[in-house]
């Protein structure tokens, strides 16, 4: 079985750029994750997915960063304009449900984005 | 409020020593979700165990272990006779209506 498929792994970009990441989850699974590891911190939760809405948002600069999951299977992760502090690993994960049985997490490789 | 507290940050051992990692949680919720994660140099987190609040037995598997405690609200992580691949960042979460990581432990493993 495929796993959490993500791009690009790696991206360079000077402030005020913008910049998106992709996310393929595991076929089947209902719930997509993004989040925001900043080097030497766990994982932060920017966005959870059921199907294409969202369920918790609360920690998405929404000034700046914005996401959409079409037809409820990929996602796109955008910044617009980035700022130095984002400078972190973007990370997918996806689960069979959100809740209860089968809601571990499955993790992509991620994407490591630097912004000069 | 910091919600999971891994007290060590970084611990290193030679091959074959024992290892715990110590997780204290935080949450005012009677059901909830634990769980560990493994993060190898590559980068992607590793899923390893989850545990609901209502199951407090331990569990083993193969040179791991985990150490449910809801008394002190632990969930410890033991690797027995580690070996150089156990080196990693070792992440505790909780669950209680979004996943919440703690810092993460360092494990580096010397041959």
């Known amino acids: 079985e495929a796993g959490v498929a993500q791009s690009p792994r790696y991206k360079i970009i000077e402030k005020r750029q913008s910049v998106a990441f992709w996310c393929n989850p595991i076929?089947?699974?209902?719930?997509l994750y993004w989040y925001q590891q900043i080097l030497g911190q766990g994982p932060k939760l920017l966005i959870q997915f059921q199907n294409n809405g969202v369920v918790d948002d609360s920690q998405l600069p929404k000034d700046r960063f914005s996401a959409e999951r079409l037809k409820g299977v990929d996602s796109t992760l955008k910044i617009q304009p980035a700022k130095l502090e984002d400078s972190a690993v973007y990370l997918c994960a996806s689960s069979l449900r959100g809740r209860g049985a089968d809601m571990e997490q499955f993790f992509g490789p991620g994407t490591r984005l630097t912004v000069l | 409020a910091q919600k999971v507290t891994q007290a060590q940050t970084e611990i290193s051992v030679v091959e074959k020593e024992d290892v715990t990692l110590d997780c204290v949680y935080e949450?005012?919720?009677?059901?909830?979700?634990l769980f560990w994660y493994k993060q190898p140099p590559s980068g992607e987190l590793v899923f390893l165990i989850r545990?609901?609040?209502?199951?407090?037995q331990n569990e083993i598997s193969g040179r791991y272990s985990w150490n449910f405690q809801k008394s002190t609200s632990s969930f410890n992580f033991t690797i027995t006779a580690s070996q150089v691949v156990d080196s990693a960042v070792y992440f505790c979460?909780?669950?209680?209506?979004?996943?919440?990581f703690g810092a993460g432990t360092t494990v580096t493993v010397r041959a």
């Open positions: 979460a909780l669950d209680d209506y979004k996943l919440s």
């Open positions: 076929s089947g699974h209902a719930t």
């Open positions: 949450t005012r919720d009677t059901t909830y979700y």
């Open positions: 545990r609901n609040s209502f199951d407090e």
